[in-house]
Every structure is written in structure tokens, then in C-alpha cells.
């Protein structure tokens, strides 16, 4: 079975400064997708990246992006140039890519980003 | 595009008695889940429905626990009878297919049990 770790339950960031998240995974399939998702309080979760396990290359979306690292098995995100907005629960997902069965998200714990202005 | 709607948002029952949860899914996603996410804890997939059939259910509780989506739009989940560790949200999700590029997932509100 695929399992999430997100090792930080709480983060910090002072505004403007950058901040990165960790998220290490364990899977026996080598065709996946990995996911960060953003929950605000009270607020619906939306995604905020997504990488695909067979690009060497690292995904970025605007001040977001993520450090792949495969044979590690390691999906951290970045954000840069952090604003009061992105405080919020970040969790880290995992989905297989192909194959029958199940297509669930697999999440991590969570962590809680808070942003000082 | 309307989002995935949820309703209630807010329920509060006491232990045993009956509670259900509707969901409405964007519209043409083909592929619908409820997750259960408990204070602190990432969300855990209950159940997964393609149209109208059920994909994946092995961590549905049964006993207590059941859900359908009859014409392959609309769902609800039900929790007859309900327990203290059945507190959590309820998060909907659908997507345009089950599996490739397009099964992204979208989440709605969710809906927040309070059991007593």
C-alpha cells in the first residue's frame, strides 16, 4: 500500500520570505502522479500542483513550485514570495497513474502553514 | 463552471441516531468520491463511484455506512447508526474520468459531522 509522510505538522513563513514544504512517499509502482494540495480554513481544497512521476522536470505553477526527486522518493513544495493568502493546510497526495482498480488520492497528515505579515 | 456542491455544511446529531450527506458533482464527471478527513488527519478515500457503479469501497465501514449515486449524478452517504468516531468532514470530489490526465479531482465544501 501507498503511504504519504508530511514530517512537518506546523510552518512558519514571514511574508514575502519563501518557505518549503516536505513530503517523502513509499510506493512499489514506478508510473504515478504527486499532488500538493491547499485547504484554507473553512474553505474547500483546491489543487495547487501537480507532477508526474515520469518528467525529470520539476513542476511550477507561478510562486509554487516542487522539487522532485524519485529515487529518493521525496515531493517537496517551494512557495516564494509568500503572501497572507497562502496560509493554509498543505497536504501532499499521491494517485497511481494506470491500471485497473481504484483511483484514490492517498494524502498526507498535513501542514499547517502560517504566513506573519 | 459550478463547482461540486455539498449540503448540509453543518450537522450535529447524537450517537446512534441517522445522518445523510448529498452531493452533486460537476457537471459530465463521469467519476465521484467521499472522503473522510477527522481533526488533524489528511482525508481518506470511503468510497468511489464510476457512473453509477462502485469502483472501490474496501475502506467503507458497512455495517454503518452506505452510499449510491442511483443515476450516476447525484450522491449520498449514509451513516445508520452513528458513532463518536464518525466526527469528521465528509469532503465530496469528482473528476472527468477515472484514471489518465483528465482525473484530476475537484472538492466540494464538505460537510462537518458533529456526533454526541
Known amino acids: 500500500a501507498q503511504t504519504v509522510t508530511q514530517s512537518q505538522p506546523e510552518m512558519s513563513v514571514q511574508e514575502a520570505e519563501t518557505v518549503t514544504l516536505s513530503c517523502t512517499y513509499d510506493?512499489?509502482?514506478?508510473?504515478?502522479?504527486l499532488f500538493w494540495y491547499k485547504q484554507p480554513p473553512s474553505r474547500q481544497m483546491i489543487l495547487v500542483i501537480r507532477q508526474e512521476a515520469y518528467k525529470q522536470q520539476n513542476a511550477t505553477e507561478n510562486r509554487f513550485s516542487v522539487n522532485f526527486q524519485k529515487a529518493a522518493k521525496s515531493f517537496s513544495l517551494k512557495i516564494s514570495d509568500s503572501q497572507l493568502g497562502d496560509a493554509a493546510m498543505y497536504f501532499c497526495a499521491y494517485r497511481r497513474r494506470s491500471g485497473a482498480g481504484s483511483y484514490q488520492l492517498t494524502f498526507g497528515k498535513g501542514t499547517k502553514l502560517s504566513v506573519i505579515p | 463552471e459550478a463547482g461540486v456542491a455539498q449540503s448540509p455544511r453543518y450537522k450535529i446529531i447524537e450517537k446512534r441516531q441517522s445522518v445523510a450527506f448529498w452531493c452533486n458533482p460537476i457537471?459530465?464527471?463521469?467519476?465521484l468520491y467521499w472522503y473522510q478527513q477527522i481533526l488533524g488527519q489528511g482525508p481518506k478515500l470511503l468510497i468511489q463511484f464510476q457512473n453509477n457503479g462502485v469502483v472501490d469501497d474496501s475502506q467503507l465501514p458497512k455495517d454503518r455506512f452506505s452510499a449510491e449515486r442511483l443515476k450516476g449524478v447525484d450522491s449520498t452517504l449514509k451513516i445508520q447508526p452513528a458513532k463518536l468516531e464518525d466526527s469528521a468532514v465528509y469532503l465530496c470530489?469528482?473528476?472527468?474520468?477515472?484514471?489518465?490526465?483528465?482525473?484530476?479531482?475537484?472538492f466540494g465544501p464538505g460537510t462537518r459531522l458533529t456526533v454526541t
Open positions: 457537471s459530465g464527471h463521469a467519476t
Open positions: 470530489a469528482s473528476s472527468l474520468t477515472l484514471q489518465g490526465a483528465r482525473n484530476e479531482q475537484y
Open positions: 510506493t512499489s509502482e514506478s508510473d504515478y502522479y
